[in-house]
Protein backbone atom coordinates (compact mmCIF):
# COMPACT_ATOMS: atom_id res chain seq x y z
CA UNK A 1 0.00 0.00 0.00
CA UNK A 2 0.97 3.33 -0.45
CA UNK A 3 3.88 5.13 2.32
CA UNK A 4 4.47 8.57 3.71
CA UNK A 5 4.53 10.61 1.32
CA UNK A 6 5.94 13.69 1.17
CA UNK A 7 6.58 16.79 -1.56
CA UNK A 8 8.11 18.87 -2.67
CA UNK A 9 10.95 16.52 -2.08
CA UNK A 10 13.37 19.44 -2.82
CA UNK A 11 12.77 23.13 -2.52
CA UNK A 12 15.22 26.19 -2.65
CA UNK A 13 14.51 29.26 -0.93
CA UNK A 14 15.94 32.43 -0.47
CA UNK A 15 16.67 33.34 3.33
CA UNK A 16 13.27 35.67 4.49
CA UNK A 17 10.92 34.04 2.20
CA UNK A 18 8.02 31.32 3.72
CA UNK A 19 8.14 27.87 2.77
CA UNK A 20 5.38 25.44 3.16
CA UNK A 21 5.83 21.69 3.60
CA UNK A 22 3.62 18.94 3.06
CA UNK A 23 2.83 15.57 4.36
CA UNK A 24 0.39 13.12 3.38
CA UNK A 25 0.30 10.19 6.60
CA UNK A 26 -0.90 6.73 5.86
CA UNK A 27 -4.29 6.59 5.70
CA UNK A 28 -5.93 5.78 9.28
CA UNK A 29 -3.11 6.51 11.15
CA UNK A 30 -3.61 8.53 14.26
CA UNK A 31 -0.05 9.93 14.55
CA UNK A 32 2.01 12.30 12.99
CA UNK A 33 5.13 13.83 13.59
CA UNK A 34 7.43 16.16 12.32
CA UNK A 35 11.26 15.79 12.79
CA UNK A 36 14.47 17.81 11.33
CA UNK A 37 17.50 15.99 10.05
CA UNK A 38 20.70 18.17 9.51
CA UNK A 39 23.28 17.49 7.30
CA UNK A 40 25.25 13.68 9.35
CA UNK A 41 22.83 14.93 12.62
CA UNK A 42 20.57 13.10 14.21
CA UNK A 43 16.74 13.83 14.67
CA UNK A 44 15.19 16.16 15.80
CA UNK A 45 11.76 16.50 16.71
CA UNK A 46 9.59 19.19 16.12
CA UNK A 47 5.97 18.81 16.32
CA UNK A 48 4.25 15.64 17.25
CA UNK A 49 0.04 15.56 16.17
CA UNK A 50 -2.09 12.97 18.16
CA UNK A 51 -5.56 12.58 16.51
CA UNK A 52 -8.05 15.44 17.53
CA UNK A 53 -5.93 16.52 20.45
CA UNK A 54 -3.51 19.46 21.16
CA UNK A 55 -0.26 18.94 19.45
CA UNK A 56 2.67 18.61 21.09
CA UNK A 57 4.66 21.62 20.23
CA UNK A 58 7.19 21.53 22.50
CA UNK A 59 10.14 20.55 20.00
CA UNK A 60 9.37 23.69 17.38
CA UNK A 61 12.81 25.83 17.45
CA UNK A 62 11.38 29.39 17.15
CA UNK A 63 7.90 30.90 16.88
CA UNK A 64 8.83 31.09 12.59
CA UNK A 65 7.72 27.43 12.68
CA UNK A 66 3.83 26.39 12.63
CA UNK A 67 2.43 22.80 11.47
CA UNK A 68 -1.39 21.99 11.20
CA UNK A 69 -3.16 19.29 10.96
CA UNK A 70 -6.36 19.07 9.80
CA UNK A 71 -8.38 15.66 11.63
CA UNK A 72 -6.21 12.59 10.62
CA UNK A 73 -5.29 13.78 7.17
CA UNK A 74 -2.63 15.76 5.53
CA UNK A 75 -0.17 17.72 7.46
CA UNK A 76 1.75 21.28 6.70
CA UNK A 77 4.81 22.88 8.11
CA UNK A 78 5.44 26.35 7.74
CA UNK A 79 8.61 28.22 8.26
CA UNK A 80 8.30 31.66 8.11
CA UNK A 81 11.23 34.05 7.52
CA UNK A 82 13.34 31.51 6.37
CA UNK A 83 17.28 31.17 7.31
CA UNK A 84 20.26 29.37 6.48
CA UNK A 85 20.29 27.55 9.76
CA UNK A 86 17.02 26.07 8.39
CA UNK A 87 18.08 24.24 6.14
CA UNK A 88 17.93 20.66 6.43
CA UNK A 89 16.05 18.12 5.62
CA UNK A 90 12.43 17.32 6.80
CA UNK A 91 10.83 14.20 8.02
CA UNK A 92 7.56 13.48 8.64
CA UNK A 93 6.47 10.27 9.99
CA UNK A 94 2.98 8.66 10.45
CA UNK A 95 1.73 5.80 13.06
CA UNK A 96 -0.70 4.17 14.39
CA UNK A 97 0.21 2.09 17.55
CA UNK A 98 4.03 1.90 17.58
CA UNK A 99 5.71 1.59 14.60
CA UNK A 100 6.49 4.67 13.17
CA UNK A 101 6.63 4.86 9.24
CA UNK A 102 8.71 7.64 7.71
CA UNK A 103 8.22 9.49 4.42
CA UNK A 104 11.86 10.42 2.46
CA UNK A 105 11.68 13.96 3.46
CA UNK A 106 12.06 17.22 2.07
CA UNK A 107 15.62 18.79 1.23
CA UNK A 108 15.64 22.68 2.59
CA UNK A 109 18.00 24.61 1.16
CA UNK A 110 17.91 28.33 2.50
CA UNK A 111 20.13 30.37 -0.10
CA UNK B 1 12.00 12.86 32.43
CA UNK B 2 11.76 10.73 29.57
CA UNK B 3 15.05 10.34 27.77
CA UNK B 4 16.73 7.95 25.22
CA UNK B 5 21.09 8.03 25.39
CA UNK B 6 23.37 7.07 22.94
CA UNK B 7 26.72 7.66 23.75
CA UNK B 8 28.51 6.90 20.55
CA UNK B 9 28.00 9.39 17.67
CA UNK B 10 30.84 6.92 15.45
CA UNK B 11 31.00 3.07 16.09
CA UNK B 12 33.62 2.00 13.89
CA UNK B 13 34.68 -1.64 13.16
CA UNK B 14 36.13 -3.61 10.76
CA UNK B 15 34.03 -6.20 8.75
CA UNK B 16 33.74 -9.49 11.16
CA UNK B 17 34.12 -8.31 14.25
CA UNK B 18 31.31 -7.74 16.96
CA UNK B 19 29.04 -4.80 17.38
CA UNK B 20 27.56 -3.50 20.29
CA UNK B 21 25.39 -0.19 19.73
CA UNK B 22 24.88 1.09 22.94
CA UNK B 23 21.04 2.61 24.41
CA UNK B 24 20.07 3.99 27.87
CA UNK B 25 16.92 4.74 28.63
CA UNK B 26 14.91 6.79 31.69
CA UNK B 27 11.13 6.31 32.33
CA UNK B 28 8.91 5.80 35.19
CA UNK B 29 6.90 3.04 33.78
CA UNK B 30 7.38 0.38 31.68
CA UNK B 31 8.57 1.49 27.90
CA UNK B 32 8.60 -0.03 24.92
CA UNK B 33 12.24 -0.15 22.71
CA UNK B 34 12.73 0.05 19.39
CA UNK B 35 15.73 0.10 17.08
CA UNK B 36 15.31 1.85 14.47
CA UNK B 37 17.81 2.33 10.99
CA UNK B 38 18.84 4.27 8.19
CA UNK B 39 20.35 2.98 5.26
CA UNK B 40 21.74 5.46 2.83
CA UNK B 41 19.45 6.97 0.81
CA UNK B 42 17.13 5.20 2.54
CA UNK B 43 14.07 5.88 4.76
CA UNK B 44 14.16 5.32 8.15
CA UNK B 45 12.51 2.08 9.42
CA UNK B 46 11.87 -0.14 12.22
CA UNK B 47 14.46 -3.01 13.00
CA UNK B 48 13.35 -4.59 15.77
CA UNK B 49 11.16 -3.76 19.02
CA UNK B 50 12.01 -5.70 22.64
CA UNK B 51 8.47 -7.32 22.43
CA UNK B 52 9.18 -9.08 19.64
CA UNK B 53 12.06 -10.47 20.83
CA UNK B 54 13.23 -11.62 17.28
CA UNK B 55 16.56 -11.48 15.08
CA UNK B 56 16.55 -9.06 12.59
CA UNK B 57 19.45 -8.62 10.07
CA UNK B 58 21.49 -10.92 12.82
CA UNK B 59 20.76 -8.16 15.30
CA UNK B 60 19.48 -9.17 19.06
CA UNK B 61 18.37 -6.16 21.40
CA UNK B 62 17.67 -7.56 24.95
CA UNK B 63 15.63 -4.90 27.54
CA UNK B 64 17.55 -4.68 30.83
CA UNK B 65 15.45 -3.28 33.34
CA UNK B 66 17.75 -2.90 36.07
CA UNK B 67 20.44 -1.23 33.57
CA UNK B 68 17.64 0.35 31.59
CA UNK B 69 19.92 -0.35 28.88
CA UNK B 70 18.78 -1.77 25.20
CA UNK B 71 21.76 -2.40 23.18
CA UNK B 72 21.29 -3.61 19.95
CA UNK B 73 24.15 -6.55 19.18
CA UNK B 74 25.57 -8.51 16.43
CA UNK B 75 28.34 -11.09 16.31
CA UNK B 76 29.49 -10.00 12.89
CA UNK B 77 29.14 -7.46 11.76
CA UNK B 78 28.54 -6.68 7.39
CA UNK B 79 29.46 -3.93 5.24
CA UNK B 80 25.50 -3.62 4.70
CA UNK B 81 25.13 -2.54 8.35
CA UNK B 82 26.77 0.64 7.68
CA UNK B 83 23.96 3.28 8.27
CA UNK B 84 22.59 5.18 11.08
CA UNK B 85 20.90 3.75 14.51
CA UNK B 86 18.28 5.26 16.16
CA UNK B 87 17.25 3.61 19.67
CA UNK B 88 13.04 5.07 20.09
CA UNK B 89 11.33 5.02 23.26
CA UNK B 90 7.67 4.28 23.68
CA UNK B 91 5.85 5.36 27.01
CA UNK B 92 2.77 3.60 25.84
CA UNK B 93 -0.51 5.06 24.78
CA UNK B 94 -0.79 8.28 23.12
CA UNK B 95 2.69 9.14 24.57
CA UNK B 96 4.98 10.24 21.57
CA UNK B 97 8.03 8.24 20.12
CA UNK B 98 11.11 9.69 21.98
CA UNK B 99 14.09 8.82 19.68
CA UNK B 100 17.87 8.71 21.10
CA UNK B 101 20.79 11.08 18.87
CA UNK B 102 22.01 8.27 16.71
CA UNK B 103 24.88 6.17 16.38
CA UNK B 104 26.58 5.84 12.98
CA UNK B 105 27.56 2.36 12.34
CA UNK B 106 30.63 2.18 9.89
CA UNK B 107 31.43 -1.49 8.65
CA UNK B 108 35.44 -1.38 7.20
CA UNK B 109 36.16 -4.25 4.91
Given at each position: ?????Q???????????????RCD??????????????????????????????????????????????????S????????????????C??????????????????? | ?????????????????????????????????????????????????????????????????????????????????????????????????????????????
Amino acid sequence: GAGVSQSPSNKVTEKGKDVELRCDPISGHTALYWYRQRLGQGLEFLIYFQGNSAPDKSGLPSDRFSAERTGESVSTLTIQRTQQEDSAVYLCASSSVYEQFFGPGTRLTVL
Amino acid sequence: AQRVTQPEKLLSVFKGAPVELKCNYSYSGSPELFWYVQYSRQRLQLLLRHISRESIKGFTADLNKGETSFHLKKPFAQEEDSAMYYCALHGGGYNKLIFGAGTRLAVHP
